[in-house]
């Protein structure tokens, strides 16, 4: 064989290793979400006008809306586990050792992650139905659009979704991370 070596064609298993890079980008991650999520909160709870119509003064609160609520406790429950996981992503980093390291506990939080997406798209979307019947309205039930006499509302508004789909994007990316972290664990079993 003139001292050519045969190389296995299987895959050794061998022990599963720190990976910074996962923890790293699950940190960023979560703060980008906690950032987004305190931003689509705030803008939603400044989203109040009052203005003066024939009939009297006409206020625009979110709290008039269900969607609007459903909404601001969507991205309430995601702040608070975005906090809760920006809090362990800093504890992995120092400890090395952190919820993406072992596999029950990867899988716990490659389902939060989830969830946590699954519950601001959802806040998101209801909320935007009912901001683009605000600003179009719906003219074959005859609601005329209400955004050009509470511009300041719908402007808020419009941050606060926008906010939202930017914290979407970041917590399906750390749910993208959980799960490489998880697809890692699987392939570097003992």
């Known amino acids: 064989m003139n001292g050519a070596t045969v190389q296995p064609s299987y895959k050794e298993a061998g022990p599963v290793r720190y990976h910074p ?3 790293c980008l ?8 906690l950032g987004a999520t305190i931003a689509a909160i705030v803008a939603m709870l400044k989203s109040t006008q009052t203005v003066p119509t024939l009939l009297g003064p006409h206020t625009a ?3 008039d809306f269900p969607a609007f609520e459903w909404f601001v406790i969507g991205n309430s429950i995601v702040l608070v586990y975005a906090a809760l996981g920006t809090l362990a992503a800093c504890l992995s980093l120092f400890t090395r050792r952190g919820p993406l390291s072992y596999t029950k506990t990867a899988w716990l939080t ?3 992650d989830f969830i946590c997406s699954c519950a601001l798209i959802s806040a998101g979307s209801t ?3 009912v901001a683009w019947i605000g600003k179009h309205g719906q003219h074959s039930a005859f609601w005329n659009a209400v955004c050009p006499t509470v511009d300041r509302f719908c402007d808020y508004v419009q941050g606060a979704l926008i906010a939202t789909l930017c914290g ?3 917590q399906a990316l750390s749910t993208v991370i959980a799960a ?3 697809h890692n664990l699987a392939t570097h079993r003992h």
């Open 180 to 182: 490489s972290a998880l």
């Open 168 to 170: 979407f994007i970041f």
């Open 127 to 129: 909320a935007l139905g």
């Open 26 to 33: 699950s940190l960023i991650l979560r703060l980008l979400t």
């Open 21 to 23: 890079m996962h923890d």
């Open 110 to 112: 490659f389902l939060c």
């Open 61 to 63: 609160r979110w709290k």
